[in-house]
């Protein structure tokens, strides 16, 4: 949620456990324009959990993403996620926007469970030319020291923040403008990372509900080693490659199945908490963990609803040599939160 402006490039920075993404954005021929993209591997355990465990190897990985983009810029566009962020949809009378200013810290005691001493806020009116007597409020909250922690990050690595968005928002970005035809009903879009997949619920365009599960491909490669017997390397070449094999087929069954009932369960919370009414009418999958063979098929089965991989890269203008010396299959999966962030414009 944060204001557009006139910046002409934006460079969107992912800080992931596994890797770190940069997607950089020309804004100035009237629609976004990708026009480079770099990504640099993560040493494992530098991030765990979203925690930073070793600052220096991780500034020197984003220093090295930023090198291998060509970019000598400071600002960029980041964003924070996990369970200290809480995005809720609540019902308030219709007021101001400054009034409703006034009465979000009021609000947001009813509905975040934080001191609110050690919270950022922030909201954004849904339907701010409705006439009823009430109105749609989009509440996100997150603690302080989440936002302060990237913060500190970034300076390590010579950078600094024009935007902290939030993951989901930013995912949304780069989804709404991929896939409008996904803005209509309710849709969950679930973002299979390397620790963690983030399952966000979207009605009518507006991300609503957003829940972390603590699975991702380390935790696929991490099974195929204990339970299969392969090695880190055979694990991770059949978790990026393009077939399905029983190895994998055995773990689908039980890390898939974590996945399907994450999503059952938000959309359950969802009903039983909102006045959203609506079954979930489809599902897309992004991160790279969407790519594991056969997960999109068993999601598809398990849920009996219509799964696809979403691509960040559908209908996005992209200049020729962006992707230099990457493959577009492979990292596009990849790139939908990046890409997100690049297309927020710094005032």
């Not at 679930?190 to 619920?201: D, L, P, Q, R």
């Not at 010396?325 to 790139?335: G, M, Y």
Request: proline share 3%.
């Amino acid at each position: 949620m944060a204001f557009l402006g006139r910046s002409k490039t934006t460079v969107g920075l992912d800080i992931g456990s596994g890797l770190i993404k940069v997607a950089v954005m020309d804004h100035s021929k009237g629609e976004p324009e990708l026009v480079k993209v770099a990504i640099a591997p993560l040493l494992a355990d530098a991030i765990v959990e979203g925690e930073v465990m070793d600052p220096g190897i991780v500034a020197e990985a984003i220093q090295s993403a930023m090198t291998e983009a060509g970019l000598k810029v400071k600002q960029v566009v980041t964003a924070v996620g996990g369970r200290d962020v809480i995005i809720k949809k609540i019902q308030i009378e219709r007021v101001k926007e400054q009034q409703a200013r006034e009465l979000m810290r009021w609000e947001a005691e009813q509905h975040v469970p934080f001191d609110m001493e050690s919270v950022e806020l922030d909201f954004q009116i849904l339907d701010p030319e409705g006439d009823g007597l009430e109105m749609s409020v989009l509440l996100v909250a997150a603690k302080r020291e989440l936002v302060e922690s990237k913060l500190r990050v970034l300076n390590d690595a010579g950078l600094e923040a024009g935007i902290v968005d939030v993951d989901a928002f930013a995912l949304h970005n780069a989804f709404e403008l991929n896939h409008p035809d996904a803005m209509t009903g309710v849709v969950a879009l679930v973002n299979v990372g390397h620790e963690v997949t983030n399952i966000n619920v979207l009605e009518e365009g507006v991300p609503i509900l957003t829940r972390d599960l603590g699975v991702g491909t380390r935790r696929f490669r991490e099974d195929l080693q204990r339970e299969r017997g392969l090695s880190a390397d055979e694990a991770q070449q059949l978790l990026q490659g393009y077939d399905r094999s029983p190895h994998l087929d055995a773990i689908l069954q039980s890390r898939g199945e974590e996945i399907a009932l994450g999503i059952e369960r938000a959309v359950a919370f969802l009903t039983s908490n909102s006045r959203t009414a609506s079954a979930v009418r489809a599902v897309y999958t992004c991160g790279g963990g969407s790519r594991i063979p056969g997960l999109t098929g068993m999601l598809a089965d398990r849920l009996k609803l219509a799964v696809e991989q979403a691509n960040p890269l559908a209908s996005l203008k992209v200049r020729d040599g962006a992707l230099a010396s990457l493959v577009t299959d492979e990292v596009a999966p990849l790139l939908m939160l990046p890409i997100g962030l690049a297309l927020r414009q710094v005032a």
